[in-house]
């Protein structure tokens, strides 16, 4: 895994609103500085890997409510093709996603952004509309991108928005470097630094009940 040479000096704490009838969320991106990240996500073509094609925010849902959207940010950068992934909800069960896929999104399909030098960030906020799925707020789920359905034997690596602070108490940043679905959910995911507790760039909205 390779990160952003800079560092983010944030302490401020995720926001995470909440209104009787109204729509609450949860919110990394006011501790993001639009420009670090987490990489190589996606699929690469070295005999080893070389890529990590499954990343992840866990986090608790906000008291009685149903899921609505969640958002990652990501810049396509490597390779010959695309980067090809979708998102995917599921149960996290503290070391890896467990039981049935409780949601899963069409295919994303992100050029290649155009290089520059040095390296600037292009962003693309890539979002998940949920049709409104109830999730348990004593459990902890993942909400997470993977390219694991899409290897076409091209390499479309990309770089994904990433705090580095603990934005967000009730969850952080996991990955799964696992070639295939059935090795995904059999091996425990990883963590970057402390536990878990560092953040990708991530919304999530949830409409209350």
Request: proline content about 6%; overall charge negative; aromatic content about 14%.
């Amino acid at each position: 895994m390779r990160s952003s040479v800079r560092t983010v000096l944030l302490a401020v704490a995720a926001l995470v609103t909440a209104h009787a009838g109204r729509a609450q969320v949860i919110d990394t991106t006011p501790s993001w500085n639009g420009s670090d990240y987490m990489t190589p996500f996606g699929q690469g073509i070295e005999a080893d890997g070389g890529d990590t094609p499954t990343y992840g925010e866990t986090f608790v849902t906000p008291g009685a409510s149903q899921l609505n959207s969640f958002t990652f940010w990501v810049d396509s950068v490597g390779g010959s093709g695309p980067s090809l992934f979708t998102g995917y909800v599921m149960e996290f069960d503290g070391a890896r996603a467990v039981g049935p896929v409780l949601y899963q999104g069409n295919e994303v399909s992100l050029a290649i952004s155009e290089p520059t030098f040095p390296y600037v960030p292009s962003f693309t906020p890539v979002t998940f509309n949920v049709p409104l799925l109830a999730l348990d707020p004593s459990k902890t789920y993942v909400a997470f991108i993977s390219a694991l359905s899409f290897f076409d034997a091209q390499d479309d690596t990309a770089n994904v928005g990433y705090l580095f602070a603990d934005a967000y108490g009730g969850g952080g940043f996991w990955f799964s470097q696992q070639r295939t679905w059935q090795d995904m959910l059999d091996n425990n995911w990883e963590n970057f630094i402390g536990g878990g507790v560092r953040d990708l760039a991530f919304r999530a909205t949830f409409n209350a009940v």
